[in-house]
């Protein structure tokens, strides 16, 4: 039998300073000790606690010193044998293994697994880890590292808690802590075995230590065999891992993508990035997003922004028939000049778009022939140059030339010359320039003086007019507010009249001749505000409108009783001379007559309307034509090239297929369904739009609902009538004069057609 080797017995005495005060009575009993001063006895075991000792020595015997112990009664620390095989072997001291508990700050934010070879995965995020649950592979420094990098706050707050409670479940160096007693320090170190919570703990500065490992082959060849459990384990943690970051990639660009909409829908710099407040509200409501900086986002995303939209709008071109052009010029506050290109079409469906092509600088020596070739390189981009059906431009010299050099079918922006007609009329009527600027001074007057304004307040609650209504003072570039200037001042001329005697400006009253000229000229410009607020409505101002605007226009001056007003003179004059070029215009004709709402009954000159049915006649049996291959029709010219034999009915046939010729669909069919549209029910005005009229028609008059395409898309202005009209676009038309040179182009296309092709989607 072989001998098996044993670690010799040895029985070295205690050194804590508890065995001064304890003894061992009966030698052949060491688990039982008494103290030497009172006799109390207490049991003892294999690595029990010293814990209760201690505190009878504190409670009992604080201040009393223990006697000398002799050498046979002093406690020796209990053995336990390893092994044994013959007589000569002895048993070697063992230490009581503590059971190690997995007490790491690491668990608080992952889920610990309860099996072997179970991932575990973070609280936080979802990632999913391999963890080895058995013994000796328990190692947490992935997640630590883990934390470190995704969630350092939870790091830090972890270590920060390691370190409170000296290094939790993980291992530390023993070296470095050094516990002493509070009396009697020397050579009374405890050997581990007992409690030392009444001891002082001193933490020494810790030194690196540096460890050296072996390691044996039998632990490289268990490397290398992996189990097929946690080797799908891993691939699963590893899917689950990329899958969070295509995840995070997805929900960044797309934060990413509305930041973008919100800085060009509302025409805000680049810079807006940038600024500390909009950064910390960011961080507050997502910590895990970073804005982009301002070198990001105006050289990169929105950039790419910019061509992801322009493939959208190039594809929307391509689908469309017929395309109009606007081409609306304006000026930005650096008093640069720039040129916005935008078309309009219907898509298959019947919806209207209105999307923006281009936005160009127009410099001090740039020529018409320039804009030109600007231009025609626009619409070769955009392939667009054979589907262009007219080009609507506003007053400047330099684009109207330019779009005749194209010769392309012009058509005046109506918005622009209905203002451009009241204005030139009010200037021509001196009475009535001298009337607002007297009414603008008193306005003027009220809002800046507190006297003047508490003086007014007062007459008016004397008279009992209800609470203080304040002037208003107009804008001279904006005709629609001296109208708003006068209505005001007319319903309250006697209250201002009396406030200002009463302040010693008599002499500003205005007299009962001004009011009443006051009065005609609210009279006789409350049409054309009424005709202002309909085009200002989206989807009012269509071609087919401005006939009928320019109707109802006429009729409401001649009505009027006072003729020989200068400013209803001037506007009569002025209103037929363009309502008659825009009568001769086929294109505004023919989106009047395919208009189902008015057809012809806005025309005064009939020959004019049956010029437009002719002209859409023949565009329909062109388009008959392109089509026409039926049966009917080759049968007859199989017929006509026949040798005809010699038959008694050979008159009688060639007779019908004469007419069979003339009836042909390529010949009648055209007269046929424009004359079923003009029988086909009137509508009344509000009853249907045009636009949603087609739609629900477009089977019972397929070939004139493409015509009607084409001429009801064109605008009847270049630019929104509320740019001209209505104060509330100054926002607008401010922040895009502000806008940088260098990014001008892309903002406005981005503005206008970001959000109609809907490129912004959830993920």
Not at 147 to 173: C, I, M, N, V
Not at 497 to 526: H, N, P, Q, R, Y
Not at 558 to 573: C, G, I, K, S
Not at 750 to 763: D, G, M
Request: include cysteine.
């Amino acid at each position: 039998m072989p001998r098996v080797r044993t670690r010799a017995r040895t029985t070295k005495p205690y050194s804590s300073v508890v065995w001064r005060y304890f003894h061992v009575r009966d030698p052949s009993n060491e688990h039982l000790v008494s103290c030497i001063l009172c006799g109390r006895e207490y049991t003892r075991d294999i690595g029990g606690s010293t814990s209760n000792l201690l505190h009878h020595i504190k409670s009992a015997h604080a201040d009393e010193d223990p006697p000398p112990i002799p050498e046979s009664q002093r406690v020796r620390k209990l053995t336990r044998p390893v092994s044994t095989s013959d007589s000569d072997s002895e048993s070697v001291p063992v230490k009581a293994k503590r059971q190690r508990t997995n007490l790491s700050f690491v668990w608080s934010y992952f889920v610990k697994p309860t099996s072997p070879h179970q991932p575990c995965s973070c609280n936080i995020c979802g990632a999913i880890f391999k963890y080895s649950y058995g013994p000796g592979d328990k190692s947490t420094t992935r997640l630590w590292l883990h934390l470190k990098r995704k969630h350092p706050d939870e790091f830090l707050e972890g270590q920060r808690l390691t370190a409170e409670r000296g290094g939790g479940g993980r291992k530390s160096s023993q070296s470095n802590v050094l516990k002493v007693s509070p009396k009697d320090s020397e050579d009374d170190s405890n050997d581990g075995e007992e409690d030392d919570s009444n001891l002082e703990t001193v933490v020494l500065k810790q030194e690196p230590v540096v460890t050296k490992t072996r390691t044996s082959k039998a632990t490289k060849t268990k490397g290398k065999r992996k189990d097929v459990t946690s080797s799908n384990a891993s691939t699963s943690a590893s899917a689950s891992f990329k899958a969070k970051k295509s995840l995070e990639f997805k929900k960044k660009a797309y934060i990413d993508a509305l930041v973008v909409q919100v800085i060009t829908s509302e025409l805000q710099p680049c810079s807006f990035v940038e600024n500390e407040n909009l950064r910390a509200l960011v961080k507050s409501l997502d910590p895990h997003y970073d804005l982009p900086s301002y070198d990001k986002l105006s050289q990169e995303i929105l950039p790419s922004t910019y061509e992801a939209v322009k493939q959208d709008v190039k594809l929307s071109l391509q689908l469309a028939n017929k395309v109009a052009i606007t081409v609306d010029s304006w000026v930005s506050w650096s008093s640069q000049q720039y040129v916005t290109v935008t078309a309009h079409f219907f898509s298959m469906s019947w919806d209207k778009k209105v999307l923006v092509l281009s936005t160009f600088q127009i410099t001090n020596n740039m020529t018409a022939a320039d804009t030109t070739a600007e231009l025609q390189k626009i619409f070769a981009h955009w392939e667009i140059e054979g589907k262009i059906c007219s080009v609507v431009t506003d007053s400047s010299s330099i684009i109207s030339e330019a779009v005749q050099n194209l010769e392309m079918q012009q058509v005046p922006c109506f918005v622009h010359s209905l203002d451009r007609a009241v204005k030139e009329a009010l200037k021509s009527a001196h009475d009535v320039v001298t009337i607002a600027s007297r009414v603008r001074g008193i306005a003027s007057y009220f809002q800046y003086s507190s006297y003047g304004v508490n003086m007014l307040k007062e007459i008016q609650v004397q008279g009992g007019n209800g609470p203080m209504k304040m002037l208003v003072k107009d804008e001279e570039a904006r005709w629609m507010s001296t109208l708003d200037m006068f209505r005001c001042y007319i319903e309250q001329h006697e209250v201002i009249s009396a406030a200002l005697c009463f302040l010693s400006k008599a002499g500003d009253c205005i007299t009962e001749g001004e009011v009443d000229i006051m009065k005609k000229v609210v009279e006789t410009l409350e049409p054309f505000q009424l005709a202002a607020n309909e085009l200002c409505v989206e989807n009012g101002a269509t071609l087919s409108t401005m006939i009928p605007i320019l109707k109802q226009l006429q009729e409401c001056l001649v009505e009027l009783h006072y003729q020989d007003f200068p400013l209803t003179a001037v506007l009569l004059r002025d209103i037929n001379r363009l309502f008659l070029s825009l009568e001769t215009n086929f294109i505004v004709g023919a989106a009047t007559v395919l208009d189902p709402r008015f057809k012809y009954l806005s025309f005064d000159d009939p020959d004019k309307v049956k010029n437009i049915e002719s002209r859409l006649t023949s565009m329909l049996s062109k388009m008959f034509e392109s089509v026409s291959d039926d049966a009917d029709d080759s049968s007859v010219v199989q017929e006509q090239t026949e040798r005809p034999r010699k038959s008694l009915w050979n008159r009688f046939d060639s007779k019908v297929n004469d007419l069979l010729v003339a009836s042909s669909p390529a010949r009648n069919g055209p007269m046929i369904e424009l004359r079923r549209y003009f029988e086909s029910r009137q509508l009344r005005r509000q009853e249907v739009h045009p636009f949603e009229w087609w739609k629900a028609n477009e089977k019972v008059f397929p070939n004139l609902a493409k015509l009607a395409q084409q001429f009801l898309a064109v605008p009847a202005t270049s630019v929104p009538a509320a740019y001209i009209f209505s104060k509330d676009s100054e926002a607008f038309l401010a922040k895009r004069s502000c806008l940088e040179e260098g990014v001008i182009d892309k903002m406005i296309f981005l503005h206008k057609n970001y959000t109609n092709t809907n490129t912004v989607q959830s993920t």
